[in-house]
């Protein structure tokens, strides 16, 4: 697989995001056993930039994550994020706390789960309106300055948000959602950067072009969710969930939205067929065409299509296929 460059580091250009191991997907899919055979096979192939976060499982994912790689903690970037607490672990309900505090314990609670020295890429989850963005990220730069973290990224920010803290400290890395059928973090109108499920959809007119700002400021751009949750792989026709899978109150996810949204499935498909590739990989490979900056972190717990995601970085979008995705037709549905 092809690598790209996180600060300096090689990384493979399709990271993996660890999420759906432990929080928010079906339930009945969930094998700790088979997650941590597939972060190790992850490695093996090159995936090498890994993502996890504490509210995913209420810290199962980080002591998950820790345990795949015991003995083999030097062959990964690990990315993991503050911010943002459990308050009820079922409902996947949780709140934003961006207190110096909090950031600071947090830290320590992520090194133990994880069972490192050191956070590669400590992200901050979502900025809480609560704590003024400079105190949040100054007690952050103070985790860098104490060898606890060795860079520090944001997760779902606006461009003004993103130059505010990097006039404080380095932004080596901007976290959101990006993919062919979510597109404000590029600047289109309308954008939710920082909703979360149960929040408040924001009313201002988006985040601004963060994947360019990300360019010109020497940080790398991570697209979580670049196969749409899912739904752009085309393996997804029906509105039928487990209880526990937050898809299942997705506004984009609902039958009727649902229908109407495989016209995108359909572009992605006939470009797919093309290729001789999947509609996962063409959907990669369009967050990968984005820029040399980007590092797309797809998620999966099955090892099949792990090497599927993986084998994204190694296909050649034309002109012709990216001008054919760029016109795909507008989702049905919000974000959330």
């Known amino acids: 697989m092809r690598n790209r460059e996180f600060a300096g580091t090689p990384v493979g250009a399709v990271g993996l995001g660890c999420m759906g191991m432990s929080w928010a997907y079906a339930a009945s899919e969930r094998d700790d056993d088979v997650s941590i055979a597939l972060i190790r096979e992850a490695l093996d192939i090159g995936v090498t930039f890994l993502d996890t976060a504490q509210p ?3 810290g199962h994912n980080e002591t998950l994550v820790g345990r795949a790689l015991a003995g083999r903690r030097d062959e990964a970037v690990v990315a993991t994020k503050t911010g943002l607490v459990v308050t009820d ?15 600071k314990a947090s830290a320590d609670d992520s090194l133990r789960r994880l069972g490192t020295d050191v956070i590669d890429l400590y992200y901050l989850h979502r900025v809480d309106p609560a704590v003024p963005l400079a105190e949040t990220w100054g007690a952050m730069a103070e985790l860098v300055a104490a060898g606890k973290v060795r860079r520090l990224g944001l997760s779902e920010v606006s ?18 959602e990006l993919s062919l059928w979510t597109r404000d973090a590029m600047g289109a109108p309308g954008g939710l950067a920082g909703a979360v499920p149960g929040d408040t959809p924001p009313t201002a007119d988006g985040p601004g072009d963060v ?15 670049p196969l749409g949750r899912g739904f752009l792989t085309g393996t997804v026709t029906s509105a039928d ?13 609902q039958e009727e939205a649902l229908k109407a949204n495989l016209r995108i499935v359909d572009v992605v498909k006939a470009v797919a067929e093309r290729h001789g590739a999947t509609p996962a990989q063409v959907a990669i490979a369009w967050t990968l065409a984005q820029g040399d ?40 549905g919000g974000r959330y």
């Not at 993986?310 to 296929?321: G, S």
């Open 293 to 332: 900056h980007v590092l797309p972190i797809p998620g999966t717990k099955k090892p099949r299509y792990l090497r599927d995601n993986a084998a994204a970085a190694d296909l050649d979008l034309t002109p012709a296929d990216l001008a054919e995705l760029d016109g795909v037709p507008a989702p049905v």
């Open 211 to 225: 994947v360019s700002w990300c360019a010109a400021n020497g940080a790398a751009f991570v697209p979580y969710s």
């Open 56 to 58: 995913y499982g209420d």
């Open 241 to 253: 969930f487990e209880t526990n899978d937050f898809r299942g109150r997705n506004p984009r996810f």
């Open 89 to 103: 672990v079922d409902r996947m309900g949780i709140a934003r706390r961006g207190t110096p505090e909090h950031v």
């Open 159 to 176: 461009v003004a948000q993103a130059a505010e803290a990097h006039a404080i400290h380095p932004v080596a890395a901007v976290q959101s």
